[in-house]
């Protein structure tokens, strides 16, 4: 069992009740060494094993969630409530609750991938471009040093030099990131991994020399594929920033080249020190 | 007032709960003449109301919302419950209920679009390219001939005619579409016309030749901006349809240039006769 795994483990203890607990070991630590929230991704994949607990339905297909408190790293509660199971999709509302206060509002529509009505129409645009993982930046060390860093020290991301430049002072003035994604650990990529991959990169306002802390507010995900074997290739990008907000839309890539999740999310700009640096 | 401000209007009954009527005005009409499910983008402008009623603070800055049942043009109840009152947003659920049951369940943040803290930071992407208003393809006349459109004879949309040749039966194969947007009535745009605005369009998959009524599970839309005076236009885009779902992002500009609204939707590739024609 990795990591990610236990920290994204559902105890359920009563009808639609579960017990979890935000890890600290997937929590953003700031650059002076102090721990920040729980990342959202990790969240995100908590409530998706709540709901699939008791779903009709094997995938997430939409998933929406509103980010109301930074979960502290103690027990919590998701509460599941079924709002419909259809034949093709099936709706629920999970809250993560602590301490009585809501966390985080989600409703998840689950559903299938491969339609039973046999509906064989397809479109698809093309992958992003990205150089050779070994060409890459590495963002935190996984390994050989000591893991200052929670949630980067359990992925292993590598940033398309091109979208790194912010790493060394030199950010491109875009808002854009790219990079290979995988865990630390060996374990291949499922829906709960693809939960955490459309919240893993750098926030894109780090392209802008915006580097700091940058909390969602709000973040939608829609599953379009089960993954093949192998690395994650994500792609985000930004359209506008402005009175404190910006938007950041994620696209997750499998090794087959196909378009397995996308993701929107509405963040507030970040202000603080610097909370990611490159790995060895 | 217009038949827009009409159907999305509000009746408070008691604590959080809200009187409303789907309007058949705003409904789809099949080719056959019959009327389809109301509008989406109507429904979100109608809780953009019922939440605003008691927020404290102006603007519905991130929606999200899974549509569960096709709303009958009848009485139904809009139930808010506010989750989180903050400085800077509050997060109220919206559930939309008709017969008991659940329709629409939409989660709404409201903000400010300007930020309290005077974050100057702003960067923004590029408006897209529309041919002018009188080289666009009208949808359906709002004037002239009879009112068979429902939805369609109350808005305004000029599409683009590099993405219109499906209404001619020349699909161009690829799932996109650009248009001018208003309502027929004189009116400027606000954030209820924006919540019209990013489910205005026709389908992206008639780029396709897939032609037929498509149903939006979920749509999340975020307002970016609030709109100057005059017309929008909106540009949709598609990036994987596959086992009879598509995705569909929208980006609504405004007549200064700005992007004032954002949405993408996961929706069931539609089935069934064409919904849409064009206009004398």
Redesign the interface.
């Known amino acids: 069992m990795t990591a990610f795994d236990e920290a994204t483990a559902i105890t359920p203890v009563s009808d639609g009740c579960y017990h979890i607990r935000p890890d600290e070991r997937f929590a953003i630590v700031f650059g002076d060494g102090t721990a920040g929230a729980v990342n959202g991704g990790v969240l995100l994949a908590t409530a998706a094993r709540a709901v699939l607990d008791t779903s009709p339905h094997p995938y997430p297909?939409?998933t929406?969630?509103?980010f109301?408190?930074r979960p502290r790293p103690e027990p919590a509660q998701f509460r599941v409530a079924w709002?419909?199971q259809?034949k093709?999709?099936a709706?629920a509302?999970a809250t993560l609750l602590q301490g009585g206060?809501?966390v985080m509002?989600s409703?998840i529509?689950t559903?299938?991938?491969?339609?039973p009505?046999g509906?064989t129409?397809?479109?698809?645009?093309g992958p992003p471009a990205l150089p050779p993982l070994s060409e890459c930046t590495r963002l935190a060390s996984p390994s050989g040093r000591p893991p200052r860093g929670g949630f980067a020290s359990h992925v292993d991301l590598r940033l398309d030099p091109a979208t790194a430049g912010w790493l060394a002072g030199r950010p491109r003035g875009v808002?854009e990131m790219r990079a290979w994604f995988r865990l630390s650990e060996d374990r291949d990529p499922d829906a709960y991994l693809l939960a955490l991959a459309v919240d893993s990169l750098p926030p894109v306002?780090f392209g802008?020399a915006?580097v700091g802390w940058s909390p969602t507010?709000?973040l939608?995900w829609?599953m379009?594929?089960v993954p093949a074997p192998g690395l994650l290739r994500v792609a985000t990008r930004?359209?506008?920033?402005?009175?404190?907000?910006?938007?950041e839309?994620a696209?997750v890539w499998d090794s087959a080249d196909r378009?397995v999740a996308?993701g929107?999310q509405?963040a507030?700009?970040g202000?603080g020190g610097p909370v990611w640096d490159a790995g060895a």
């Open positions: 297909v939409a929406s969630a509103h109301l408190r709002l419909k259809g093709t999709a709706t509302r206060a809501c509002e409703t529509t559903g299938t991938l491969d339609d009505g509906d129409l397809s479109w698809a645009c808002p306002v802008l915006r507010v709000e939608t829609h379009r594929g930004c359209r506008r920033v402005s009175g404190g907000w910006f938007d839309e696209e378009l996308q929107r509405l507030r700009v202000r």
